[in-house]
Nanobody, 114 residues
Framework: QVQLVESGGGLVQPGESLRLSCAASAIFFSIYTMGWYRQAPGKQRELVALITSGGNTNYADSVKGRFTISRDNAKKTVALQMNSLKPEDTAVYFC????????WGQGTQVTVSS
């Protein structure tokens, strides 16, 4: 059973930074295109960043220039560096494959508030 474990969330003020991490137990992790998703209260889960097995990245317009996704295939981890955080970034953040078909983890709460 594949497990995804997210960590690194917290409460920060607008303009501050957080670094999220996702650890995966998937055997074939290195070939997956991985993504970070988020779900705000009362909203649908949305994709915010993707990274291919080769390291190519893609971002939602709302986070472009502020968030950076990276991966370490040897450690089977995916990270999301979030800078210049805004209140609208408040959400539970999850990682999953691009196809979003792995079992979802618990996610990690990010709250941006003054």
């Amino acid at each position: 059973q594949v497990q995804l474990v997210e960590s690194g969330g917290g409460l920060v003020q607008p303009g501050e930074s957080l670094r999220l991490s996702c650890a995966a137990s998937a055997i074939f992790f290195s070939i997956y295109t991985m993504g970070w998703y988020r779900q705000a209260p009362g909203k649908q889960r949305e994709l915010v960043a993707l990274i291919t097995s080769g390291g190519n990245t893609n971002y939602a317009d709302s986070v472009k220039g502020r968030f950076t996704i990276s991966r370490d295939n040897a450690k089977k981890t995916v990270a999301l560096q979030m800078n210049s955080l805004k209140p609208e970034d408040t959400a539970v953040y999850f990682c999953n494959r691009q196809t979003a078909d792995l079992p979802w983890g618990q996610g990690t709460q990010v709250t941006v508030s003054s």
